[in-house]
């Protein structure tokens, strides 16, 4: 009886290690493994505020269109830079979109270089319906390039996936260093 009791505390200690590691990871990396390419422990945003001013003053847009963003890119000779987000509940989204993606040297390096694409899933608002079904196709012909959120995929105009990119720890000046190796591929053509 001994083996048994043993048996079942060792099966409860299995379960309660279970839920304990899917909360670790629920807490800090949206679910999925893939944000933890390349930086430093989460924390928490906060002050959101402070960034909407600047906001204002970026000039280059997130455009939620693939088929605006493609033909943008193709016309421009660029790349575009499509970033899988959850903008209303991913922490690491939320701290890219703060740290990178709403900065001036951001916005001036994604001026020369890029037609921005935002293909967002929100879990707690609401998108238009034929976005939501764009981003979910989209999602399904880039599922090998996806391990969690955020997923920013460098692609040519005709969608062929050139770079791959998550959260960048250090700021623009980093993740911008990292997204430029793939400006110089040779499938990215260039103008």
Not at 18 to 30: H, Q
Not at 123 to 128: G, K, L, T
């Amino acid at each position: 009886m001994d083996w048994i009791k043993a048996m079942v505390r060792s099966r409860l200690s299995f379960d309660v290690f279970r839920v304990l590691l899917i909360g670790v990871l629920l807490a800090c990396g949206c679910g999925q493994l893939g944000p933890f390419r390349n930086h430093k422990a989460p924390y928490d945003l906060g002050g959101d505020e402070i960034r909407d001013s600047e906001k204002e003053e970026l000039a280059v847009p997130w455009l939620d269109s693939w088929e605006l963003a493609s033909s943008q890119a193709e016309s421009e000779h660029k790349l575009v830079v499509a970033c899988f987000t959850g903008s209303d509940w991913c922490n690491w989204c939320k701290r890219l979109e703060a740290e990178v993606f709403d900065t001036a040297i951001f916005d001036a390096w994604a001026s020369e270089h890029a037609v921005l694409l935002k293909l967002d899933f929100p879990r707690h608002s609401r998108i238009d319906p034929a976005i939501k079904r764009q981003n979910e196709e989209l999602a399904k012909r880039y599922t090998d390039h996806i391990g969690g959120y955020p997923t920013v995929l460098i692609l040519t105009p005709d969608g062929t996936v050139v770079g791959e990119l998550g959260f960048v720890a250090g700021g623009p000046d980093a993740w911008i260093r990292e997204a430029s190796r793939f400006l110089a591929a040779p499938s990215a053509g260039g103008p």
